[in-house]
Structures are given as structure tokens and as C-alpha cells.
């Protein structure tokens, strides 16, 4: 079989990223009919749809994997053709990595920082709950993810950067409020929560396993922002689950007081990324290890 024609991908990706045909054709400054063709003629070549035509439209599993395989092409562009033609204006190299919100407000950007000052990069970080993550390294957005799950995919690898400690906390008038009796059945239940997003389950798998009540049962509040929980345990709105390096300071002054001494949510975290890496994206990789096995517990 002759190879792919990445004009033909680029179609592809550029129907998947820009949500429609009529933008693709503005984007490869070609007509709509040149997209359609170019789609049509991958189409044949791989022997199955690579795109379900709805709106809008969006890969089938195999034109995720080939959006993958294009874009991980375009980054080692990015990177190798500066090196073999010096005396070009080099574009900055664009990098996307998925991380859930905690990473994102705790060590992450201090372990990005370094590369980010001595490589002419442009970082997109894209948030998504830690279960989620992968699904952005799936479909080929991103170079590499922050995930709980331990098996990587196919052609990735899974480095294990530590653990996340989880407290559950409140301010000392919350506590007063709503745990007098101290935490139990029937104060949790009165007690308004905070989660992540609808995805969420870290509050609920937490009461079920140690306080055995139903998921669904306790009033919850919803914001997609780690620094959002703090505030509102601060603020004395709720209690939550926050990491335990993102709140030291709270805890030591006492602005927020450990509700449940003794128990606490443990999630190890891991860095997925392709296998086959070179450059800055090893730097990266490099980078993101180094600092998290320094900062996280083991």
C-alpha cells in the first residue's frame, strides 16, 4: 500500500479543528469541494469512513488515530526544521498538554517555568478531570497528559510522578457550624460539598468508603477551579477535598481546620506521553519528573 498523501490529513485535521467544512476551506485557503474530495480520497485509501458527518463533525476512532499520527508529525516539524535551516525566522513551537486542575494549581507551572524561559515555546494547557485526560492524548490534541490511570495506551508511556494527598477540610466556623458532634452520617448530609464537575466522584467515592453513605446523597457544588475550592472552604460555603500541598499554609495558621484526622484520599498521579520522543519534548518529559519526584510525596 502507498503511503498517506498528508494533504489529505491535514484536510482531516483541519475539519475537526475548525468544526466544519466551509472553515477548513478558509483555513487551507482551498474550496469546500477540494476538503470533501481530499477527506473522500484518505477515505478510500484506508478502506473506512475517518469522519461522521454530523455537526459538527467529528473523528470516527480511526480518523482519531491518524489526526494523532499527523499532529505528533507536525511537532517534530516544528522542532527538526529550525536545526536543519538555521538562518529562518523559527516560528515558536506549539506544545498542548492535558492536566487536571489540581496538578495545574500546585506544581505544575513551577515544573514548566525553567523550560518555558529557555525554549521558544507556546504552551496550551488544557483542563480536564484526571479521568479525562487521556482522552486528549487519544485523539492526538496533545503531546502528553496528567492521568490517575497507570497503563498507558498503545505507544505511550506512563511515568509515574507521585502522589496527590487529599484532606478534607472546612474553615473553624464551618466546622462549628455543621460539625459540632464531629463528622459523621448525619452532619455530612447536612453539610453542603464542592466537586470538580458532573465527572467528578473524588467527594463521593470519599464518604462512601469511609462514612457509608449513597453517591447522590449530599448537596454539592460544582466549580471547574482548584483555587475555587480553597475559596470557598475559606469562606466557610463548604467543605472540601484539597490537596494537602495547596493548603499548608491555611492549615498551619489555622484559616482551615482537617476535619477528618487520620483519613484522608490518596490519587498517584502519572505522566503520559508518546514513546518515541526527542528534543523538547524529552526536556519536557525530563522536566516534569525531575520536579514532581522532588515536590510530591512518593
Request: glycine letters at 6%.
Amino acid at each position: 500500500m502507498e503511503g498517506l498523501d498528508y494533504r489529505w490529513l491535514q484536510a482531516l485535521d483541519a475539519v475537526v479543528s475548525q468544526r466544519g467544512f466551509e472553515r477548513a476551506a478558509e483555513l487551507l485557503c482551498i474550496t469546500q469541494s477540494a476538503v470533501s474530495q481530499r477527506i473522500k480520497q484518505l477515505e478510500k485509501h484506508m478502506a473506512q469512513p475517518l469522519l461522521v458527518r454530523e455537526q459538527p463533525p467529528r473523528p470516527t476512532p480511526a480518523g482519531q488515530k491518524l489526526l494523532g499520527l499527523y499532529r505528533r508529525v507536525r511537532l517534530l516539524e516544528q522542532e527538526l526544521l529550525p536545526d536543519i535551516r538555521p538562518g529562518e525566522q523559527s516560528q515558536p513551537l506549539q506544545m498542548s498538554i492535558a492536566s487536571n486542575a489540581d496538578s495545574l494549581a500546585t506544581w505544575l507551572l513551577p515544573a514548566l517555568s525553567p523550560l518555558l524561559k529557555r525554549r521558544r515555546i507556546e504552551i496550551n494547557l488544557m483542563l480536564e478531570d484526571e479521568s479525562r485526560t487521556l482522552d486528549r492524548l487519544r485523539s492526538g490534541e496533545v503531546v502528553g497528559a496528567i492521568s490517575m490511570e497507570a497503563t498507558p495506551m498503545p505507544g505511550c508511556v506512563a511515568d509515574y510522578l507521585g502522589r496527590m494527598d487529599y484532606l478534607c477540610v472546612a474553615s473553624p466556623e464551618f466546622q462549628t457550624t455543621y460539625f459540632t458532634d464531629g463528622v459523621n452520617r448525619d452532619s455530612l448530609l447536612a453539610a453542603p460539598a464542592v466537586a470538580f464537575d458532573q465527572y467528578d466522584d473524588m467527594h463521593e467515592v470519599f464518604i462512601q468508603q469511609h462514612f457509608n453513605l449513597p453517591r447522590g446523597s449530599v448537596l454539592t457544588h460544582r466549580v471547574r477551579s482548584s483555587e475555587a475550592f480553597v475559596k470557598l472552604a475559606l469562606q466557610g460555603v463548604a467543605y472540601c477535598l484539597i490537596p494537602k500541598v495547596q493548603i499548608e499554609e491555611d492549615l498551619s495558621s489555622g484559616a482551615l481546620v482537617n476535619l477528618t484526622p487520620g483519613i484522608m484520599l490518596t490519587r498517584r498521579i502519572y505522566w503520559h506521553h508518546w514513546a518515541l520522543e526527542s528534543g523538547v519534548f524529552s526536556e519536557v518529559t525530563a522536566q516534569l519528573l525531575d520536579h514532581a519526584r522532588n515536590k510530591l510525596p512518593q
